[in-house]
């Protein structure tokens, strides 16, 4: 049985502490009891102790983000998590004991959120929810988790969730705007084409990358770590997209498809400035809504 480290700057003291330790543990079993059973017994109190130390649940929330921040994809992701909390969570129950919040709480941080801002209220409910969970998990909460929509409906009545859809241009208009783009060589208005041609999202698109592209088999290999969903996604690509492709200036500096001045990837504001300036800066760029027909037919001539 171990009965401890050993402090070489105070080795008298510690022998001391030793000596005192040693005769407790013979005084043990003198009684028939095993002293390492004992210790484990006295280091577990200590252990519920600690955990069951009163916690707010601002101070719960700092450690469900410290927690999990490493597994989420972006930083954007973990600046949105925090950005949610800060401006309409902590305000509101920041201070209270996470073992004290009640769903009247829960209710008081939903309420100016649930008619104007449903998709808000639907999303700060769950992140409440994350970190009351975590809090039960720790025992540093022993009641049940409260901020839930089925319990959130019960006070505060339906939650309205309108679908909101993308603009889109119309089918017929798309080979005029195709023409317009076209006139431009720029790598933003290449870049613009090759996400529509591909029907992939902004960010796939412009931090495309040579080495995710085979040209002889026509495939765009993109990463699992680039994706949304985490998976490795393979994109056909058509004879028009090769030709975007052939279009685009190769920085000797850079490994991207579309880099900007520096060499980084183009940003979101470039693509967005070219929809401006034609004017329809409202519509998505997102192939799926913005020219689904055209793609169509383009990889069918392929």
């Known amino acids: 049985m171990g009965l401890g480290a050993v402090n070489v700057r105070k080795l008298g003291e510690c022998l001391q502490e030793a000596r005192k330790r040693a005769a407790d543990a013979r005084e043990l079993l003198a009684r028939g009891e095993d ?30 983000l410290a927690a999990h921040g490493s597994s989420w ?22 201070r209270l004991p996470v073992a004290d919040v009640a769903p009247g709480d ?51 009545g339906p939650l309205q969730q309108k679908p909101k859809h993308h603009p889109s241009m119309p089918w017929k208009d798309v080979p005029a705007f195709m023409r317009k783009i076209e006139d431009r060589r720029d790598v933003p208005a290449l870049a613009l084409q090759w996400l529509m041609l591909t029907a992939t ?36 690509i058509s004879l028009r997209a090769l030709g975007v492709l ?20 183009i940003s979101e504001t470039s693509l967005r400035n070219i929809l401006r300036e034609f004017g329809i800066d409202k519509h998505t760029a997102s192939l799926p809504v913005f020219l689904p027909h055209m793609v169509r037919r383009d990889r069918r001539c392929q």
């Open 73 to 94: 994809k972006s930083l954007t992701h973990a600046r949105q998590w925090g950005q949610c909390l800060d401006d309409y969570v902590l305000p509101v129950i920041g």
């Open 106 to 156: 829960v209710k008081r941080v939903l309420q100016p959120l649930w008619k104007t801002k449903p998709e808000v209220a639907r999303k700060t409910c769950g992140k409440i929810g994350m970190v009351l969970e975590m809090a039960i998990a720790h025992e540093w909460r022993s009641t049940i988790n409260p901020a839930t929509l089925r319990i959130m409906r019960k006070l505060l």
């Open 246 to 265: 052939k279009a685009v200036p190769r920085l000797a500096n850079s490994p991207y498809v579309f880099p900007g001045p520096g060499g980084e990837p």
């Open 35 to 64: 002293p390492l059973a004992v210790k484990r017994v006295q280091e577990a109190q200590k252990s519920r102790s600690e955990l069951t130390t009163v916690k707010t649940f601002g101070e719960c929330a700092a450690a469900y």
């Open 201 to 236: 999202r902004s960010s796939e698109a412009r931090c495309a990358t040579w080495q995710e592209i085979d040209r002889d088999k026509g495939l765009w290999t993109i990463p699992g770590h680039r994706m949304k969903g985490g998976a490795e996604h393979v994109v056909p």
